[in-house]
Nanobody, 112 residues
């Protein structure tokens, strides 16, 4: 069982920034950030492969950046130019050939 601990959520003003972190209990492979807003399905925000390639939801391209630090077993999501519609619970996901694991989620609220 892989433990994932997210941090960095909170309240931000429109146009502001937040940085989310996801620390894993062991070496990371493919990582992803997802979000779920009230009344909506969970959606992929950004993903990063073990080799470093990335992909983003169209709604966050140019504003969010996913990265990883393999030495720290940690993935990050830098969120800039935040909008009220980015408000959601953000979840970290770690994919291994032998299983997929989720963090507990961290709330991001964008409001003035």
């Amino acid at each position: 069982q892989v433990q994932l601990v997210e941090s960095g959520g909170g309240l931000a003003q429109p146009g502001g920034s937040l940085r989310l972190s996801c620390a894993a209990s062991e070496s990371i492979e493919d990582m992803g950030w997802y979000r779920q807003a009230p009344g909506k399905q969970r959606e992929l925000v950004a993903g990063i492969k073990s080799g470093g390639s990335t992909n983003y939801a169209d709604s966050v391209k140019g504003r969010f950046t996913i990265s990883r630090d393999n030495a720290k077993n940690t993935a990050y999501l830098q969120m800039n130019s935040l909008k009220p519609e980015d408000t959601a619970v953000y979840y970290c996901n770690a994919d291994y050939y032998w299983g997929s694991f989720w963090g507990q989620g961290t709330q991001v609220t964008v409001s003035s």
